[in-house]
């Protein structure tokens, strides 16, 4: 049974950072490119930034370019989104997804396995 369960979100000033975690298991985490979505509510989710399944390759939204860095350690079995420079309009909740199809990489329908996601809420 796949897993990806988040952590690391929670309440912070704007300016702040935050760093999210994502642990996977029943997959073979190495093989798949990963990504992290945000959703606040009544609005769709949205990309924010993915990596390829070695690392290689980062791609990330316009919103958050600069500010957010992704990274995964494949030993580990984890991917991060390390966040600075935290702006209120990053409010939302935070998933972690894994997928196969790379050309698909920056839309919610190219991942197979979706996190539960954490909040991140940033306060003014």
């Known amino acids: 049974q796949v897993q990806l369960v988040e952590s690391g979100g929670g309440l912070v000033q704007a300016g702040g950072s935050l760093r999210l975690s994502c642990a996977a298991s029943?997959?073979?985490?190495?093989?798949?490119?990963m990504g992290w979505f945000r959703q606040a509510p009544g609005k769709e989710r949205e990309f924010v930034a993915a990596?390829?399944?070695?690392?290689?390759?980062?791609y990330y939204a316009d919103s958050v370019k600069g500010r957010f860095t992704i990274s995964r350690d494949n030993a580990r079995n984890t991917v991060y989104l390390q966040m600075n420079s935290l702006k209120p309009e990053d409010t939302a909740g935070y998933y972690c997804?894994?997928?196969?199809?790379?050309?698909?990489?920056?839309?919610?329908?190219?991942?197979?396995?979706w996190g539960q996601g954490t909040q991140v809420t940033v306060s003014s």
């Open positions: 997804a894994a997928g196969k199809r790379t050309m698909q990489i920056r839309i919610p329908g190219g991942y197979d396995y």
């Open positions: 029943g997959l073979p985490f190495s093989s798949y490119a």
């Open positions: 990596i390829s399944w070695s690392g290689a390759s980062t």
